[in-house]
């Protein structure tokens, strides 16, 4: 038998442990301040980042051999989570006696995230529970609205960063809008480039999601687990338009309430602030006990951008994401990759 390390429960417990913000060591809160990073929201889970700690500031890098060119051509995803993990340490910062603030910076070696931070009385705002506390569910939700007070916290999100969140209530928004999920699902799902970069993306058991500690472990899909050797020969037949169509719409039509993204422009700066505002997002609706997941075929079939954008009034721009909002279940939560692993130590 192969030594397949720690168990699955046991790297969940340790990866999504409450923060540690007693030591002021300055490499221990810059270290936790990774590792609350990496519990951002990113798409397939791929982690594309490498983190560089700084004296006054951490450095947040794309890892373009994390890249997925299929779903994510022009790395839009990789630079939106990029903007996510910047988000968890803004957030967290006041906990350990900072404020930081994040902005696109471009060096010698490419452009990146910098969230710099200095010494800030401490505000008493708390995001950390939130922090350890989000997930995507991709659950049925069981179709009871968002109270007014949560849908107007939750569509002032973006504000002061120029990204518009647009929250679709009535059952004609909805309804137009689940019509563009589904034909985005459909395309997808048909498209031979996509299926295959999406499997070499899943983990079928908790076994093989604990060996890579990356990637979208079946279970938090809510679909079976099984060896991965027979779940990869049986995934051709089953992950079929009729039934991935099948199990979305249910999910769709248990959701009252879809917020569409819209960035300020569509470069890799404007990206990072729609990344920031999501997972702003997505902690504000974590406090509110409103459950949140991604559905974003109509940004990531091009095809369907342009209808989506007239749906929110923004025909000028790109829409970015759709999210659902609702109330649901949770679903088993997905790994990290150990703080270590992405940490680039510089020496000094
Ligand atoms: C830019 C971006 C795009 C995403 N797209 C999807 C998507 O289309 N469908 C989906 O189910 N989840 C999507 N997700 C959610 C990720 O799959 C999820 O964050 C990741 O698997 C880690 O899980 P967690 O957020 O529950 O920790 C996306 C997340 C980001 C940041």
Same mark, same amino acid.
């Given at each position: 038998?192969?030594?397949?390390?720690?168990?699955?429960?046991?790297? /969940?417990?340790?990866?999504?442990? @409450?923060?540690?913000?007693?030591?002021?060591?300055?490499?221990?809160?810059?270290?936790?301040?990774?590792?609350?990073?990496?519990?951002?929201?990113?798409?397939?889970?791929?982690?594309?980042?490498?983190?560089?700690?700084?004296?006054?500031?951490?450095?947040?890098? @794309?890892?373009?051999?994390?890249?997925?060119?299929?779903?994510?051509?022009?790395?839009?995803?990789?630079?939106?989570?990029?903007?996510?993990?910047?988000?968890?340490?803004?957030?967290?910062?006041?906990?350990?006696?900072?404020?930081?603030?994040?902005?696109?910076?471009?060096? @010698?070696?490419?452009?990146?995230?910098?969230?710099?931070?200095?010494?800030?009385?401490?505000?008493?705002?708390?995001?950390?529970?939130?922090?350890?506390?989000?997930?995507?569910?991709?659950?049925?939700?069981?179709?009871?609205?968002?109270?007014?007070?949560?849908?107007?916290?939750?569509?002032?999100?973006?504000?002061?960063?120029?990204?518009?969140?647009?929250?679709?209530?009535?059952?004609?928004?909805?309804?137009?809008?689940?019509?563009?999920?589904?034909?985005?699902?459909?395309?997808?799902?048909?498209?031979?480039?996509?299926?295959?970069?999406?499997?070499?993306?899943?983990?079928?058991?908790?076994?093989?999601?604990?060996?890579?500690?990356?990637?979208?472990?079946?279970?938090?899909?809510?679909?079976?687990?099984?060896?991965?050797?027979?779940?990869?020969?049986?995934?051709?037949?089953?992950?079929?338009?009729?039934?991935?169509?099948?199990?979305?719409?249910?999910?769709?039509?248990?959701?009252?309430?879809?917020?569409?993204?819209?960035?300020?422009?569509?470069?890799?700066?404007?990206?990072?602030?729609?990344? /920031?505002?999501?997972?702003?997002?997505?902690?504000?609706?974590?406090?509110?006990?409103?459950?949140?997941?991604?559905?974003?075929?109509?940004?990531?079939?091009?095809?369907?951008?342009?209808?989506?954008?007239?749906?929110?009034?923004?025909?000028?721009?790109?829409?970015?994401?759709?999210?659902?909002?609702?109330?649901? @279940?949770?679903?088993?939560?997905?790994?990290?990759?150990?703080?270590?692993?992405?940490?680039?130590?510089?020496?000094?």
């Amino acid at each position: 038998m192969p030594d397949c390390g720690p168990n699955h429960a046991t790297l /969940l417990r340790d990866v999504w442990r @409450p923060p540690e913000v007693r030591s002021t060591a300055l490499r221990s809160v810059l270290d936790e301040l990774v590792r609350l990073a990496t519990l951002a929201a990113n798409s397939h889970n791929s982690q594309p980042w490498h983190f560089r700690c700084r004296e006054g500031s951490v450095e947040i890098r @794309p890892d373009f051999a994390r890249r997925l060119p299929v779903v994510d051509a022009d790395d839009h995803h990789l630079w939106v989570s990029l903007g996510c993990a910047a988000a968890n340490i803004v957030e967290a910062a006041p906990a350990f006696g900072l404020s930081g603030e994040a902005r696109m910076r471009e060096g @010698p070696d490419g452009s990146h995230v910098q969230v710099a931070l200095a010494p800030a009385p401490d505000t008493g705002e708390r995001s950390l529970e939130a922090i350890v506390g989000r997930q995507c569910a991709r659950s049925t939700y069981d179709g009871r609205p968002l109270e007014a007070t949560a849908a107007r916290i939750l569509a002032g999100t973006g504000r002061e960063s120029g990204v518009d969140v647009d929250l679709l209530v009535t059952p004609e928004h909805r309804s137009a809008l689940s019509e563009l999920i589904i034909r985005g699902n459909a395309t997808q799902v048909a498209d031979t480039r996509f299926r295959k970069e999406l499997e070499s993306w899943l983990r079928f058991n908790a076994s093989h999601a604990a060996q890579t500690r990356d990637g979208l472990f079946t279970g938090c899909l809510g679909a079976p687990t099984a060896p991965a050797f027979l779940a990869r020969m049986f995934f051709d037949g089953s992950f079929t338009v009729e039934r991935e169509n099948e199990r979305l719409r249910a999910q769709l039509d248990s959701t009252p309430a879809f917020a569409v993204v819209t960035g300020p422009e569509a470069t890799p700066a404007g990206w990072v602030a729609v990344g /920031l505002a999501v997972q702003r997002l997505a902690l504000a609706a974590t406090r509110l006990d409103v459950a949140h997941a991604h559905v974003n075929q109509p940004v990531e079939v091009a095809a369907l951008r342009g209808q989506l954008a007239k749906l929110v009034g923004h025909e000028d721009r790109r829409p970015d994401l759709v999210l659902r909002l609702g109330h649901g @279940p949770p679903m088993p939560r997905s790994l990290r990759r150990p703080t270590e692993d992405v940490i680039e130590r510089s020496g000094g």
